[in-house]
C-alpha cells in the first residue's frame, strides 16, 4: 500500500501507480483514466524523474506493508 501526499498538502492518497506526464507526476486510485489526480508539478522532467526515483528508494526501504511518501515543494 502507497500512500502518497500531494505537493500541495492537500490530499493524502492510496495511489496504486505513479507516472511522469512531462513536467508532473500523476497517482493512479483506481482502474480508469479518470482515476487520476496530479502528485505534484516541477520545473523540468528531470526534477519529475529524480522524485520518481526518490519513491521507488522509498519502497525498496520499507520493511512493511504501508508505505508514505510526502511529495516535495521542489
Known sequence: MLWIATQDKQSLMNVKEVTINGKK???FIG?????SKVLGKYDSNERALEILNEIL???EESNGYSVTFTMPQN
Do not use: E, H, N
Open 25 to 27: 507526476i500523476d497517482g
Open 57 to 59: 528508494m522509498k519502497i
Open 31 to 35: 482502474s480508469g483514466f479518470l482515476d
